[in-house]
C-alpha cells in the first residue's frame, strides 16, 4: 500500500478512528528508518523434524546469545504451534554462529494445568538480577484458554521455575479482549512498574467472521503491575492499538516493545495495513497512543532472497513473522524472525543485521 492509498482509507475512516482507543496518526513517509538498516543474514535453527518458530535472543553474562524458541513435531504441519509446541533453548558464540540446540526448557503439562497443551511465544527478559520467560500456553489445544504466563530462572542455563497460574487472565464475556490473552510484549517502566502489552480479540466477533480471510480482529492491550509478579492491571484505556475502524479487517500481532531514548518503540507483524508480508514500526509518547505504522521489514522477495517454490501446505510463504530483537550494550544489533520454509520445508528462525 503507498501512502496516498493509507490516507485514503484513513479519510474514510477517520470519524470512527477518532474514538479508537490509543490509535493516533503521524507524519512520514512508508518506510522507517530501521527498515533501511537492515541487512539478511540468513536462516538459523533448521531442525530436521519440527518446525522452528518464535525466537528469542539474549546475550548472556558470558557474551554468548541464548536463543528461546517454539518448536514442535513437524507430522503436526504448521497449525501444530496451537496444540503440541514447547520451548527450547538454543546457544552461540556470536549471533551470526551456529546456533547448537541445548535443551527443552518448557513442554506442555498435561491435564488440569493452564498451559496443559501448548507453551508458545517466548519472550525473554532479565529483569530485577533474574532471567524472566513471559510465554503462551492453553489448557485445550484451542485459541479460547491461550493465557500468558511468566516463568524465571537465576541464569539463561536454568533451572526455570513456572506459575501453577497464569499471569494474565482474559476480559469478561463481551469485552474486547474476551477470548485470549497472547503474544506478550513486556518493558520494565523508567518509573519502576511492570508494563505487559498483550494481543487478544473478542469471540463473537471472531466466531461471526467465517466469510473473512483473516477471522477476528486482533487488538493490543496494557496490564501494568507494581511487581513483577502482579497482579497486573488492565488499562482502562485498552485496547492502545486497534485498527478495526479500518477497511479490510486490518489488524496486527506478534509486538515486540522497548524503549530508546526515552520513545516506546513496537514491532509487529502487519495484517492488513500494508499488506501480510510487511512488518510495522510504531512510536509511542507515553506507550499508550501510538503514532501512525511504518514499515519495519519486508517479506524475502524485496530482499532478493533465493528460494525453492513451496509446498502447497505452506501458505505463508516469503513472510517474516514473531520479530524480537538482540541487544547489545544496550542497543538493538539483530532482528530475529520465524519464516517458513528452509532445508525440511518446515520453518527456522531468520536473522537480519541492524547495520
Not at 45 to 74: K, Q, T
Not at 125 to 139: H, L, Q, S, T
Amino acid at each position: 500500500m503507498k501512502r496516498r492509498q493509507f490516507i485514503e482509507q484513513i479519510g474514510i475512516a477517520s470519524s470512527a478512528l477518532v474514538f479508537a482507543p490509543g490509535f493516533c496518526l503521524g507524519a512520514g513517509g512508508d518506510e522507517s528508518d530501521f527498515a533501511r538498516r537492515l541487512k539478511p543474514v540468513g536462516r538459523r535453527l533448521e531442525m530436521e523434524g519440527y518446525y522452528v518458530w518464535c525466537n528469542s535472543p539474549i546475550e548472556g553474562p558470558d557474551g554468548r546469545i541464548h536463543l528461546y524458541f517454539s518448536r514442535w513435531a513437524d507430522k503436526k504441519k504448521m497449525g501444530g504451534w496451537i496444540n503440541g509446541s514447547e520451548i527450547c533453548h538454543a546457544v552461540a558464540d556470536h549471533p551470526e554462529a551456529e546456533f547448537r540446540f541445548t535443551d527443552v526448557i518448557l513442554a506442555p503439562r498435561g491435564a488440569r494445568f493452564w498451559d496443559a497443551t501448548t507453551c508458545h511465544n517466548p519472550s525473554i527478559k532479565f529483569i530485577d538480577g533474574k532471567y524472566c520467560m513471559f510465554y503462551m500456553g492453553n489448557a485445550n489445544g484451542k485459541t479460547n484458554t491461550k493465557r500468558i504466563g511468566l516463568a524465571t530462572a537465576p541464569s539463561p542455563e536454568g533451572p526455570w521455575t513456572r506459575p501453577d497460574a497464569p499471569l494474565l487472565e482474559a476480559g469478561p464475556t463481551g469485552a474486547w479482549d474476551d477470548h485470549c490473552t497472547t503474544n506478550p510484549a513486556f518493558i520494565k517502566h523508567p518509573n519502576g512498574q511492570y508494563w505487559l502489552f498483550y494481543k487478544s480479540w473478542n469471540t463473537a466477533e471472531y466466531d461471526n467472521a467465517k466469510d473473512l480471510t483473516v477471522r477476528g480482529n486482533r487488538k493490543y492491550g496494557l496490564a501494568i503491575a507494581e511487581t513483577l509478579a502482579g497482579p497486573y492491571i488492565k488499562y482502562d484505556g485498552n485496547p492502545v492499538v486497534d485498527f478495526s475502524k479500518l477497511p479490510g479487517n486490518a489488524q496486527l500481532e506478534d509486538a515486540f516493545v522497548w524503549l530508546d531514548k526515552g520513545k516506546f518503540k513496537m514491532l509487529a507483524r502487519d495484517m492488513g495495513i500494508f499488506n501480510h508480508e510487511n512488518g510495522l514500526l510504531m512510536e509511542s509518547k507515553n506507550g499508550k497512543k501510538w503514532q501512525q505504522p511504518k514499515v519495519a521489514y519486508y517479506g524475502a522477495s524485496h530482499y532478493n532472497i533465493i528460494q525453492p517454490p513451496p509446498p502447497s501446505y505452506l501458505k505463508k510463504y516469503g513472510r517474516f513473522e514473531r520479530p524480537q530483537l538482540l541487544f547489545q550494550n544496550g542497543k538493538p544489533t539483530y532482528l530475529f524472525t520465524a519464516s517458513q520454509g528452509g532445508k525440511y520445508m518446515t520453518s527456522s528462525s531468520f536473522l537480519f543485521k541492524i547495520t
